[in-house]
């Protein structure tokens, strides 16, 4: 009983059922837009093909995530066996959609092999940096139909990203003296794993991993709107083309990357996506079908990819916590 009520409270604290509560609202105003039951009758009308060729581009879209991050984790000096690695990464994919949920992969690197938690989040934060720049390069160059205050707008991101990464590379030199000095320890645990981070991000911020790093998220990203395309098309959308369902797609995802994410990814991208080919000329119970048929066929190829890699490699996480660090707790060279 009393691990019930713990349990319980657990469940009740604003971080967790606040973006539950958020999630449920948006997809409540969603369905609201469209016809929620023709939307289903089309999902299970599904051509065999187009869930295979989902997901096909589900595993290549596994596939390039995972080496961007093994080459991430490689340039900062965390050597990490397959095993660890691949769970984490599992694990990572499995919880994206949650508020914060990509860290999720730091933590299990970090509780299987006692990697610093703050070293290996500057491989994902980059990660998330490179998905921006293909983001809003994209929408810079295509724009939105019905909305021309996109173009404009993905140039600002564009270039307050590379600012933002600019300072964050500069201003890890002087952090430094500012840690020593703090003399609370939380503070000060909480300012070594950023500054951790922010060696980390110095180290990836070289030409030649900036520019492999997006051209791996371009191709991830590029079979992710492929399947958003031909989902789209298996759910009658007959007429839709390419670049309208990458746009479409592009746009609901640019707003997560910029922060509403934070919150929750679901009902979020199912709302913006739907307005966005409403602009396009597409009615919102056909949006509904695109974004709703999508999450689902999708979250199914994901978790059926992914899944098994959790079941056989959980126990890479140990009861207790005695393992060596693998990096033997060595800073990253300056």
Known sequence: MLKLLTRARVLLKPTVILPVLLAV?????????????????RVGRLP????????????????CKAAQLKLMLTQIDVQIPARPFWLAFAVGELTVTLPLG??????????????HIGRSSAATVMMVLAEVAVVF?????????????????????LVATGVLLTVLVLFE?????????????WARRGAEAALEMLRGLRKLST???????????????????????????GMDAHHLDYL????????????????AGLFSQIGTVELLGMLAAHAA??????????????????TACIWLLCLPTVALLWREIPSQRTRDSVDHGKEIPR
Not at 213 to 232: D, E, K, P, Q, R
Request: hydrophobic share 65%.
């Open 137 to 157: 390069l994209f929408l810079a160059v295509t724009g939105v139909s019905g909305m021309p205050a996109t173009r404009p707008l993905a140039v600002v991101v």
């Open 48 to 63: 065999a093909h187009v869930l295979w060729l989902a997901l096909a581009a589900a595993a290549c879209y596994l596939a």
């Open 244 to 259: 309208t369902a990458a746009t479409i797609y592009m746009f609901s995802l640019a707003i997560i990357l910029v922060g």
């Open 25 to 41: 609202a948006l997809l409540v105003f969603a369905f609201s837009l469209g016809d929620v039951h023709q939307v289903m009758v």
């Open 281 to 298: 000329g597409i009615d919102y119970t056909d949006g509904l079908a695109l974004m709703l048929g999508f999450r689902i066929v999708w």
């Open 207 to 233: 030409p030649v991993m900036l520019a492999i790093s997006v051209v791996l998220a371009a191709v991830y990203l590029g079979a992710l709107t492929y399947a958003f395309w031909i989902i789209g098309r």
């Open 102 to 115: 990509m860290f999720s992969q730091n933590w299990v690197l970090s509780a299987s092999r006692r990697i």
């Open 173 to 185: 030199h002087r952090a430094r003296a500012h840690v020593t000095r703090l003399r609370h320890r």
